[in-house]
T-cell receptor
Framework: DGGITQSPKYLFRKEGQNVTLSCEQN?????MYWYRQDPGQGLRLIYY???????QKGDIAEGYSVSREKKESFPLTVTSAQKNPTAFYLC???????????FGSGTRLTVV | DAKTTQPPSMDCAEGRAANLPCNHS???????VYWYRQIHSQGPQYIIH???NNETNEMASLIITEDRKSSTLILPHATLRDTAVYYC??????????????FGTGTRLQVTL
């Protein structure tokens, strides 16, 4: 079945450590996105990529980094510069501008 | 992209129609209205989208007013599994601009017995 896979579902890290969240899709979608969600809040865009080897900052990119070396993969690194990294992280993809997004099931990151 | 305004919460009895309103008074001519929903601790799920005509699919109907300044998502026979946060999003489809979706805080729909 086609879809988006985010792993792991739950992730715990110590403060000051970098951590990379995985996002893989087999939908052959060109565009991929990373969102952050805090309790009781909507989703906020971190980074997005419309084609391989290209990505753009979203609304809250500080403290995060991404790469898009393959069409299928869009990993997100939460660096030690992110002041409040504990959140629910969602990855999404879409085939193009006119289409809706398909979301993964999310990774819940807790920094202790 | 235009901003949207939704009520923070709504209740609906199971089996009845759930009508979720959304105001988007600053919408421009090339902007679509999208609806997503998010069940607790899951990724949002696409429901429906439209430009100016009413739309219907197996999940819901979307009614857009003639002036396009507001819309209503209709779940014709709500079930307990429809309990979720519903997001109304307006999105520009200009080529050359990013196809970003901007999520607000949505409407929390509680379906009850």
């Amino acid at each position: 079945d086609g879809g988006i896979t985010q792993s792991p579902k739950y992730l715990f890290r110590k403060e000051g450590q970098n951590v990379t969240l995985s996002c893989e899709q087999n939908l052959n979608h060109d565009a991929m996105y990373w969102y952050r969600q805090d309790p009781g809040q909507g989703l906020r865009l971190i980074y997005y990529s419309q084609i391989v080897n290209d990505f753009q900052k979203g609304d809250i990119a500080e403290g995060y980094s991404v790469s898009r070396e393959k069409k299928e993969s869009f990993p997100l690194t939460v660096t030690s510069a992110q002041k409040n990294p504990t959140a629910f992280y969602l990855c999404a993809s879409s085939p193009g501008t006119t289409y809706g997004y398909t979301f993964g099931s999310g990774t819940r990151l807790t920094v202790v | 992209d235009a901003k949207t305004t939704q009520p923070p919460s709504m209740d609906c009895a199971e089996g009845r129609a759930a009508n979720l309103p959304c105001n988007h008074s600053t919408i421009s001519g090339n902007e679509y209205v999208y609806w997503y929903r998010q069940i607790h601790s899951q990724g949002p799920q696409y429901i429906i989208h439209g430009l100016k005509n009413n739309e219907t699919n197996e999940m819901a109907s979307l009614i857009i007013t003639e002036d396009r300044k507001s819309s209503t998502l209709i779940l014709p026979h709500a079930t307990l599994r429809d309990t979720a946060v519903y997001y109304c999003i307006v999105r520009s489809l200009n080529t050359g601009t990013a196809s970003k979706l901007t999520f607000g805080t949505g409407t929390r729909l509680q379906v009850t017995l």
